[in-house]
């Protein structure tokens, strides 16, 4: 009950002052003028996260939508090297729009990006200013490289996008190329700094630049110097994530068997290990809250529980033939819900998930440093 009452008192405040602040990825996202409908459903949504209803109780706050499915560089443990089990391809800017027009009301952070590159999709520029109208604030991750061309960096400033993570996993290009392979250090640099510069002449303070540093096995011998290169480089924030090396051989499945990966610094390693069988330990409940808040939508409209499906493989709906309401509320997606909260092991998607164990929590636990840096 200390939760809901927590919940109550939140909104009660943003009721009477119209802001709100959203935790996500470490940053705290603040909202202002918040409308009466958005803060009620909003505190709908957090009191059912306890509860798991079969039938959520609000609308999603928060959306994971997939612009492109397409890529530029090949990671080593990213199931779109190996190829997708699914068509690729880049959302339409309608599809985009149409999803916004139903369900903006309602979101507060769209996450803009799940499998691929999406700033190869050219409407993404468009998708950002669409939702912007609609008071969403943007966060995406890209791995640089197309900014290192002035033009795309000014036209992602000018969007208005919130916060922009760079996946950076490497302070020299033979450890950033261990995993990024096929990627140029020295082109994402520039992208970084390009895009720093255009925000500093426009005189803008958005968007938020983040280097996101993944500790691996190779590079994490260059966590001691990660301050002194991010801040050199101009960026707002430096945030270091621990590695999922696992798959579950069904929706995450790669060729490569991520245990090489695996930092030799139990610090740096996202899962706590069985002392004896040095097994990952499993949570009894899985904290998992996207089947209530946070549902994922591919760039051909399908609709998935989570990002750890990155295969379509339990797709839920599709916004081409369905209404997002229709799937939202469906027998689909209640069905799956009744086997998340009766046992979630009995799910293939959710059994061996970095939810399901110890360390490995998405929302609270794989973030691990966070350094906010002052203004340059």
Not at 323 to 328: L, Y
Request: aromatic letters at 12%; charged letters at 25%.
């Amino acid at each position: 009950m200390r939760h809901f009452y927590r919940k109550v008192f939140i909104a009660g405040k943003a009721l009477v002052t119209g802001r709100l602040t959203i935790e996500c990825d470490s940053i705290p996202h603040e909202f202002h003028h918040v409308p009466m409908k958005k803060i009620l459903n909003w505190l709908l949504v957090e009191i059912s996260l306890f509860f798991k209803p079969l039938r959520p109780w609000g609308w999603p706050t928060h959306l994971m939508i997939e612009p492109a499915s397409i890529c530029n560089i090949k990671c080593v443990l990213c199931p779109v090297t190996d190829g997708l089990k699914r068509n690729s391809g880049y959302m339409d800017l309608e599809l985009f729009k149409k999803t916004i027009d139903e369900i903006g009301d309602y979101v507060f952070l769209i996450l803009l990006w799940d499998w691929g590159e999406p700033f190869l999709n050219p409407c993404i520029y468009d998708m950002i200013i669409y939702a912007k109208q609609r008071n969403i604030q943007i966060v995406s991750s890209t791995n640089g490289h197309i900014f290192a061309r002035r033009d795309y960096a000014e036209r992602v400033v000018r969007s208005g996008i919130d916060s922009l993570i760079f996946a950076v996993d490497g302070i020299t290009q033979q450890t950033y190329e261990r995993y990024r392979q096929g990627g140029n250090l020295e082109m994402v640099m520039a992208g970084i700094k390009n895009v720093i510069e255009v925000r500093r002449i426009l005189k803008l303070k958005s968007p938020l630049v983040n280097l996101r540093f993944i500790v691996s096995k190779h590079n994490e011998h260059e966590v001691p110097k990660l301050k002194d290169f991010a801040e050199n480089l101009g960026v707002d924030l430096l945030t270091v994530r621990t590695l999922y090396p696992f798959d579950d051989g069904n929706s995450c499945i790669t060729k490569t068997d991520g245990s090489e990966f695996i930092p030799k610094n139990s610090y740096y390693q996202r899962f706590a290990y069985d002392p004896e069988t040095r097994s990952r330990i499993r949570r009894k409940r899985n904290p998992c809250k996207t089947l209530w808040n946070n549902p994922v939508i591919h760039w051909n409209g399908s609709v998935c529980p989570c990002t750890f499906d990155p295969h379509d493989k339990h797709v839920l709906g599709t916004l081409t033939k369905e209404t997002f309401k229709e799937i939202w509320f469906g027998a689909s997606y209640r069905k799956f819900r009744h086997g998340f909260r009766r046992s979630y092991q009995s799910l293939d998607l959710c059994a061996e998930c970095t939810n399901a164990f110890k360390g490995g929590a998405c929302s609270t636990e794989d973030i691990v440093e966070s350094h906010f840096f002052p203004e340059q």
